[in-house]
Structures are given as structure tokens and as C-alpha cells.
């Protein structure tokens, strides 16, 4: 039998500007929470997977190429990482790799849909991990832009934002105000870190945030790397800091605790991941 006929009813694609990136496999789950529809979806290739409003999010056997990118530059770098704020991420990939590290003393992780939390325990439970039953996690179901307007100046050393694409509850995350409340509230010497969606299928958003954020911080560089369930499969992540480029030099010492447990992240792909910035990007950025 045509193999490829036979398993066409099992194909579920994400559709982006006339293109589709989909996965073979079975669904387990549709519902909509009060924030946006959620899938659950048995993908051969990669494991389950989630996706939010028919977007893929993560997936078992692929999270690792996203969740590595947002957390190490950051945190490698970061002058201290004892106070983390994680905004959205709640499937627990990014809280599990911040807990790699043991300066990491707490971890504000504010997510705004419950049932995202729920059902990535309940069916994604390896990409969270330990972290969910670690006590220096700190679940907080609330909305993380109003988080950010009511928390207090210079209160964490690190913030990662991982959202998902800007339709939806996430559109604010990439929004001037919000992310000048992340400057706000981010220590001297920390560095925040940002999904950045892709600088081909999402290439206006992904440049715009960039130079947002170079407008509210004084260094901002984006860093580029494949996730091969997203659109297009080139994706990126931006860091940002003040004084310097904080987030350029990770300390030899979180080098050596925890790169033995990455799959992706190094120093030296960092370094490379930074310096493949597309070159129509960089002309881009460099205009006013
Ligand atoms: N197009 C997908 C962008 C999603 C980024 N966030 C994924 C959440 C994983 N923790």
C-alpha cells in the first residue's frame, strides 16, 4: 500500500503564510482554556508535542534545541543569577534549565494558563523534570505583564520571556512598555533573554523586537539556531543587558557545571550562534 497515502489523515500541521510544518502522529487532546485552544499530539518523530492556538510550542524529543538557546547564555553570563523570573514557559523546559545551576536560589516562573501547566505535567512530564518538585520553583498563575508592572525595581538577576508567538496572550511580551518594565526590574549586571521568533517566517516581528529592545537597553544581539518543529526551522533567541554585552562571556565556572548535561548549548556554540546572524539582518538592524 502507498505508505504515504495511507497515513495522510495522521499528518497536524501549523499553517504560516502559505506554508505548512507538520508532524505525523496521533492526537491526544484538544481543549480551549480561557486563554487560547490547547493541543496534545503523539508525533512520531519527536514524542508528544503541545501546541497553543495550532502553533507547535515544544515537543519531547526537540525541546532541548529551544530550552538550551533561551536559559544558557543568560544564565552562563549573567554578574548573578540568584533571582530568576521566568515569564510564561509553562511547560517547565526553561525552569528545569535554570535548576541546573546551584547559585540558582529562586525562580518566579508566572504563567498565565493553568491548564498549560496541567497538561505538560500530565503528558510532557520530562520536560519539566525535577523542576516541578523543586522547592525553589515558584508557580505564579497570574498574567506576567501586570507581574512585571507591579514588581519592584531591581528585584531579579535574570528574566527569560517565553512566550509564544505575539497573537494571543503574547503579543504584549514584545511590546516597548512591557519590556521596559523588564529593564526596570532587572538588576545592574543581569541580562534578560527573549524568544525572538524567526528571522524567516517571522522576520518583521523578529526585527522589530531586536531594535525595541536596543532602544530600552544599551547592547541587544540575537543569536540564531535551528528548532526543527517551528516555521521554517531557523529560529532565535535575544539577549539584552546594560553597561556591556553581559551576556558575550560565560563564566568558566557554570561552563564546567553544566555543559556535560547540554545537548546543544556550549560556549563554543554560543559564540557561533551568535556570529551567524543573517547578513540582510544585520543591514537591518543597523539602519534607524
Ligand atoms: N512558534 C513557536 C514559538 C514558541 C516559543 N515558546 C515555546 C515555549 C517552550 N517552552
Request: proline share 4%; hydrophobic share 35%.
Amino acid at each position: 500500500m502507498n505508505q504515504r497515502l495511507r497515513t495522510r489523515s495522521d499528518w497536524l500541521d501549523e499553517y504560516h503564510q502559505g506554508v505548512r510544518y507538520g508532524l505525523l502522529g496521533n492526537l491526544i487532546l484538544e481543549e480551549t482554556s480561557p486563554f487560547q485552544k490547547i493541543t496534545i499530539f503523539e508525533s512520531k518523530r519527536y514524542g508528544k508535542a503541545l501546541l497553543l492556538d495550532d502553533c507547535w510550542m515544544t515537543a519531547e524529543k526537540s525541546e532541548k534545541c529551544y530550552h538550551e538557546c533561551l536559559i544558557h547564555p543568560a544564565l552562563s553570563c549573567s554578574t548573578q543569577i540568584d533571582n530568576i523570573l521566568i515569564i510564561g514557559g509553562g511547560d517547565g523546559g526553561s525552569a528545569r534549565e535554570c535548576l541546573k545551576y546551584k547559585e540558582v536560589k529562586s525562580i518566579d516562573l508566572v504563567e498565565i494558563d493553568l491548564r498549560v501547566i496541567e497538561l505538560s505535567k500530565k503528558y510532557l512530564p520530562t520536560i519539566g523534570g525535577n523542576a516541578w518538585s523543586d522547592s525553589r520553583l515558584h508557580l505564579q498563575i497570574k498574567n506576567g505583564i501586570d507581574w512585571v508592572k507591579n514588581a519592584k525595581e531591581n528585584s531579579y538577576d535574570v528574566i527569560i520571556i517565553d512566550g509564544a508567538d505575539p497573537i494571543g496572550p503574547s503579543k504584549e511580551l514584545f511590546s516597548n512598555s512591557f519590556l521596559t518594565d523588564c529593564k526596570r526590574i532587572l538588576k545592574r549586571g543581569g541580562v534578560l533573554a527573549t524568544q525572538s521568533e524567526s528571522p524567516e517566517s517571522f522576520r518583521q516581528i523578529h526585527i522589530n523586537i531586536v531594535k525595541v529592545l536596543r532602544e530600552i537597553f544599551d547592547y541587544a544581539d540575537p543569536m540564531y539556531g535551528s528548532v526543527s518543529i517551528y516555521p521554517s526551522g531557523l529560529w532565535s533567541w535575544t539577549f539584552a543587558s546594560m553597561g556591556k554585552p553581559k551576556y558575550m562571556n560565560p563564566k568558566k565556572s557554570r561552563v564546567n557545571e553544566i555543559s556535560k548535561n547540554c545537548q546543544i548549548w556550549s560556549e563554543r556554540w554560543q559564540q557561533g550562534a551568535f556570529n551567524i546572524i543573517p547578513a540582510f539582518i544585520e543591514r537591518e538592524l543597523a539602519k534607524t
